[in-house]
């Protein structure tokens, strides 16, 4: 096991204690959103020019829904906080809130976080701003997560919670609340990655020749709205520098067996761990879904979002400050990581044909978001 160090930095912490402070208390009307951006919009570039490369994450698929959940680990209290399937910065917050609290209660006098992705690093984040000494161990950090190739946008919705998380954890209104507003105090530093998004989603147009209310890239605008948009390399990295400032230890440790895990120095663990949790505490509801992302070259003036269901499978478009995420994949079981060719034809083909009918992009009324 060795110490990961993060990078000196000059001290914040005024600042820290200011944004800590906001993500707990912040309002909660998560419908006073931003005018809409008045440039006319302008279609993404394809063309082999903006290539950058192709990328494999692995979800980690759990039936029956994200697990939050405490069990006794020898002498330790381990709090459960995965599973999340694709949406782990959505849930990134409300479910770090809901870890934290039964940490809290317990009054440890350290705690142990297993795993370095976004669930991780909130959990860590909402600890030490507690004032609770911590300790991140994960065999990988950014840029090397998961949470690293993840779309990370922010959309909220009403089914969440289902199967055993029914009954524990975060209501509905609450995930929704928590999800937009958790981020919200990161958004005045543009370190952070975190910027608000016009987002379209579409379908096909049916074939009864009943015209769209509107449309949009030659399909049904389904929904459009305000919403967050997050650049994982830039918040996790951000995110570590942070909780360097704060105090927080990072160790590189790959844990083989939950034995592993009781001898850490800890009363109490937070299980971040994704995937791992399947090994560690022989979950078999955990499986991976594998998700194939498309990187092209940075346009900075794509300045909106979609995601459009289409026959041979979805395709969705975001932009980062770094890279236009071009995705869609989503394959059940599949643990393969090397990018498939076919995929990535797909996608640029899907995409291409999408731009073909670009006549700009669709108005959207915050307060109808």
Request: charged residues 20%; hydrophobic residues 40%.
């Amino acid at each position: 096991m060795a110490p990961l160090h993060a990078n000196s930095l000059t001290t914040r912490r005024a600042l820290l204690l200011t944004m800590g402070a906001a993500s707990l208390t912040a309002c909660q009307t998560t419908r006073l959103l931003p005018a809409q951006s008045q440039r006319p919009g302008l279609p993404v570039q394809l063309s082999p020019a903006f290539f950058d490369r192709s990328v494999v994450g692995l979800r980690p698929g759990r039936i029956g829904g994200f697990r939050l959940a405490t069990e006794k680990l020898a002498d330790k209290l381990v709090v459960h906080n995965y599973g999340h399937g694709g949406d782990g910065y959505t849930l990134s917050w409300p479910c770090a809130t809901w870890a934290a609290d039964q940490i809290s209660a317990a009054q440890p006098g350290s705690v142990g976080i297993v795993g370095a992705g976004v669930s991780g690093l909130t959990t860590a984040w909402l600890l030490a701003r507690r004032g609770i000494k911590v300790t991140v161990y994960s065999e990988k950090f950014s840029p090397d997560t998961t949470s690293n190739i993840a779309g990370a946008i922010i959309l909220t919705g009403p089914n969440y919670r289902s199967g055993e998380n029914a009954r524990v954890g975060p209501s509905d209104e609450a995930i929704n609340d928590s999800a937009l507003t958790g981020f919200n105090p990161f958004l005045t530093a543009p370190r952070y990655g975190v910027y608000w998004i016009d987002h379209i989603q579409m379908r096909p147009l049916q074939q009864d020749n009943q015209p769209p209310d509107e449309a949009f890239l030659g399909r049904k605008v389904t929904d459009k709205f305000r919403t967050l948009m997050v650049d994982p390399n830039l918040y996790l990295s951000a995110l570590m520098g942070d909780l360097a400032e704060m105090g927080v230890n990072f160790w590189s440790k790959k844990f083989t067996a939950r034995e592993d895990l009781a001898l850490l120095p800890h009363s109490v663990l937070a299980n971040c761990s994704g995937l791992g949790a399947g090994l560690l505490f022989g979950d078999e509801n955990m499986f991976p879904i594998r998700g194939q992302l498309t990187l092209l070259k940075p346009q900075p003036e794509i300045d909106y979002s979609y995601i459009s269901r289409e026959p041979g499978g979805m395709l969705y478009m975001f932009p980062r400050r770094g890279n236009i995420v071009l995705g869609g994949s989503h394959q059940r079981g599949n643990d393969k990581l090397l990018p498939e060719p076919a995929e990535i034809d797909r996608q640029l083909r899907g995409h291409a044909k999408l731009m073909s009918n670009f006549k700009g992009v669709p108005r959207i009324n915050p307060t109808e978001s």
